[in-house]
């Protein structure tokens, strides 16, 4: 079977965690057993999240006073791919050929999501030192509480321009890491590829590399046991088994579980007999096997 599974940037690093990379190795290798069981029976595609390590990143970029000016965020996601592709390489090593493949994904530069900045990235600043840094590097900064923060668009991807190679990879025999955050976000002219200052959501990546690797399933793990009713209330209910449209009718929320339901129902709805789920990266196994999490079909 072909799966595609995502993973949560905090699968590696929680909030709290002092950002080392000793900590975020621990929390991998505690997950890589279940994925590297997976790898052994599937063709396996990796997709993973990186915003913890991103806004890192950009943190260390931002204070490096020998720099004129930070490194562009689409020049850090490559980073982040890289990095995170080389630990699961080393920890799912024991389960065959392991390829991270540097992601480009291409947004449509007129893609609404440009009007409206939204996701937050890097670290925290007071008024003064909010509005230097907006006027020096053409940031669009917003509040985060009593900070400010700066904030970038977070267009759909709609295409992926390493999938050939991935296919490839697939039929081959190799498990494969590719579009880490959402991949680099590019857009495409006559000139070829340009990057553009944009987070593009994992799961949405994820859902466009399942879909156009005809994968039979697309899994997104995370930090719950799968999709709540009255999530945090009196009422909390896991849905079990549920069909795309069930799932419309159940407000979620944008920031967290919202993207990861639209990008399974989409697959889902995209072609006969396919499959999502949605679970806990602790019970992965449990998850693609149909006997844990919320069951999409």
């Not at 080392?20 to 505690?30: G, M, N, P, S, V």
């Not at 950009?58 to 490559?78: F, I, K, Q």
């Not at 440009?114 to 670290?123: D, R």
């Not at 030192?129 to 977070?154: C, E, Q």
């Amino acid at each position: 079977m072909r799966v595609v599974v995502a993973i949560g940037g905090n699968a590696l690093l929680e909030r709290g965690d002092t950002p080392d990379a000793e900590t975020q190795r621990k929390r991998l290798a505690a997950a890589a057993p279940a994925l590297r069981a997976l790898a052994a029976e599937h063709e396996l595609v990796l997709v993973h999240g990186n915003g913890p390590q991103v806004g890192m990143l950009a943190v260390e970029s931002e204070s490096d006073t020998s720099l004129t000016r930070p490194y562009p965020l689409s020049d850090l996601v490559a980073e982040s791919q890289g990095l995170i592709g080389s630990w699961l390489q080393q920890d799912l090593a024991s389960a065959g050929h392991v390829v991270t493949v540097v992601t480009h994904v291409v947004v449509d530069e007129s893609d609404p999501a440009f009007e409206a900045p939204s996701k937050f990235i890097g670290g925290t600043y007071d008024d003064d030192l909010g509005h230097r840094l907006a006027s020096r590097h053409g940031w669009t900064m917003r509040r985060d509480g009593k900070a400010w923060r700066r904030v970038v668009a977070s267009p759909r991807p709609v295409e992926v321009v390493e999938l050939p190679v991935a296919a490839t990879l697939l039929e081959a025999g190799a498990t494969v890491v590719m579009a880490g955050g959402g991949g680099v976000p590019v857009t495409r002219g006559r000139d070829g590829l340009r990057t553009i200052d944009a987070v593009i959501d994992k799961d949405y990546a994820a859902g466009l590399v399942a879909d156009r690797l005809g994968a039979d399933l697309l899994v997104v793990l995370t930090d719950v046991d799968g999709v709540m009713t009255d999530f945090g209330g009196p009422g909390e209910t896991l849905l079990h088994d549920v069909s795309p449209d069930e799932l419309d009718q159940i407000p979620l929320p944008a920031g967290s579980m919202g993207p990861k339901v639209t990008a399974a129902t989409a697959f889902v709805r995209g072609g006969r007999g396919r499959r999502a789920a949605i679970g806990a990266l602790a019970h992965a196994e449990r998850v693609v096997a149909a006997t844990a999490g919320t069951q999409i079909r």
